[in-house]
């Protein structure tokens, strides 16, 4: 299995900016790279949304529309990490943001995803 850790959460003022990071730990037999990385986030009563995704390689990207020119995703396969940089952030960015991974083919849908961390709170001010 993959173990995914989230980190990077907190408080902020809108308008400011939050780097979410992502560690994994693969003891699957599979290197992380072999991993699409996705990245969703649940308000309070709310569904899971989808945020943004990477390929394998880095070399496809995905955002959703509320997300898109404000947040950048990235990975290092190097040292296991995903990251999500969020800019401009606004008070509906609010939500808990979860990492989550799944084998090669990005995907912007939840039950396609294999490995699930444990979410990292965000909260952004007006």
């Known amino acids: 299995q993959v173990q995914l850790v989230e980190t990077g959460g907190g408080l902020v003022q809108a308008g400011g900016s939050l780097r979410l990071s992502c560690a994994a730990s693969a003891a699957s037999g599979r290197p992380f790279s072999n991993l699409a990385v996705g990245w969703f986030r649940q308000a309070p009563g709310k569904e899971r949304e989808f945020v943004s995704a990477i390929s394998w390689n880095g070399g496809t990207t995905n955002y959703a529309d509320s997300v898109k020119d404000r947040f950048t995703i990235s990975r290092d396969n190097n040292k296991n990490m995903g990251y999500l940089q969020m800019n401009n952030l606004k008070p509906e960015d609010t939500a808990v943001y979860f990492c989550?991974?799944?084998?090669?083919?990005?995907?912007?849908?939840?039950?396609?995803?294999?490995?699930w961390g444990q979410g990292t709170q965000v909260t952004v001010s007006s």
């Open positions: 989550a991974a799944r084998f090669f083919r990005l995907s912007t849908t939840p039950s396609e995803y294999n490995f």
